[in-house]
């Protein structure tokens, strides 16, 4: 074997391991920033941005239905007080 085919089956090896590093982080919901820090993919303010949006959008829909809905004034004063107490 000569040194430049030793030099090549190394950058091939080298290659090869990188891809398989990225694979298996990305596997575990992290990957790697410009300068080699693992970060995650998802951080915990935007988790829980993502969490607050979907109550709200469940709460739009409850709205929603109240509002274009007929119903009378009692059952109507009780669903407002249900939402109240969540």
């Given at each position: ?65 109240i509002a ?19």
């Open positions: 074997m000569s040194f430049w085919t030793f030099v090549f089956m190394c950058v091939l090896a080298g290659m090869a391991y990188d891809l398989y590093r990225k694979k298996n982080l990305a596997a575990h919901g992290h990957w790697e920033d410009d300068r080699g820090r693992i970060q995650p993919l998802h951080s915990a303010d935007e988790s829980a941005l993502q969490r607050e949006l979907q109550d709200l959008r469940e709460r739009v829909k409850v709205l929603e239905r274009t809905d007929e119903h009378d004034p009692k059952r109507l004063s009780a669903e407002i007080e249900r939402l109240r107490d969540k």
